[in-house]
């Protein structure tokens, strides 16, 4: 074994080594995702097609957004509508 893994394995476990749960909210939102993985696609590609509806023919990030909802690209989505949001 290892000498970084014997004293770590030695050392004695504090409260503040701990891992602790991150908070349920961390960020203020008005948008109530759902916690399931279909459930929360399903919610973020309804927003995206409201949102398409909103943006103008030209504005780039329609293009994008068209395409995250096409691919069902979760990473993609919540780039795109986080930054939609903010404005």
């Known amino acids: 074994m ?9 050392a004695p476990h504090s ?5 602790r749960a991150r908070a349920e909210n961390a960020r203020s939102s008005d948008h109530e995702i759902p916690s399931s993985r279909d459930a929360r696609l399903a919610y973020k590609l309804a927003e995206a097609e409201a949102l398409l509806q909103k943006l103008g023919a030209h504005d780039e990030r329609q293009r994008l ?3 995250a909802v096409q691919r069902k690209d979760e990473g993609l989505l919540d780039a795109i509508l986080s930054t939609l949001r903010e404005k």
């Open 2 to 10: 290892k000498r970084a893994d014997q004293q770590r394995d030695q």
């Open 15 to 19: 409260e503040g080594s701990e891992v």
């Open 65 to 67: 957004l068209q395409m």
